[in-house]
């Protein structure tokens, strides 16, 4: 009797589970491309991007260029000190093109580890939540003129002392 319950039981869990619902898309795009950023012709190259069947561009948004100096408000996604131009005229063309953006936030300001070299970590990792709350709120979408970003990642290869330092091995 408990063997035929357990047996109904799972047929009946089989029969009323919803399918899997498919991916509406696969995303598929170009990853750190400066062309697309800094390039005097950037214009035509996210034309190109837009026009390949790509669906998604990478860009590394490098913490120690955009925050040069200590914000007095690191949380404040317009605080005078960031220098958000460049990020904002590519999220800006990327999402009239159709095409989204993922963002990388990468490289420790001098300010924020002792005048270390960008791979240094941040010495007080709140500084650096902070400045990840900004870059999130400024694309939150809830501004006009700012775009919403759904995509994000932190410290671009974080497992290579190129990108992330120290590194931590076993023992």
């Known amino acids: 009797m408990i063997r035929q319950l357990a047996l109904s039981a799972a047929l009946l869990a089989i029969l009323l589970a919803s ?34 069947g790509a669906t998604v561009v990478r860009t590394l948004v490098r913490w120690n260029t955009i925050a040069p100096t200590r914000p007095a408000d690191a949380t404040d996604p317009f605080d005078p000190v960031y ?25 420790t300001p001098g300010w924020a580890n002792g005048d270390q070299v ?20 400024r694309y939150s979408g809830r501004f006009p003129g700012y775009p919403f970003v759904r995509f994000y990642g932190i410290w671009n290869e974080s497992n290579l002392a190129t990108f992330l330092r120290p590194q931590f091995g076993p023992g």
């Open 19 to 52: 399918p899997a619902a498919a991916a509406d898309q696969m995303w598929m795009g170009f990853t750190d491309d400066p062309s697309l950023r800094f390039a005097d012709d950037r214009q035509a190259e996210l034309n190109r991007v837009a026009t390949s």
């Open 83 to 107: 220098q958000f131009a460049d990020l904002d005229e590519l999220v800006r063309n990327a999402q009239a093109r159709g095409l989204e953006v993922v963002m990388a936030l990468w490289g």
């Open 118 to 137: 960008p791979q240094i970590a941040p010495i007080d990792v709140n500084d650096f939540r902070a400045f990840a709350q900004a870059v999130a709120t």
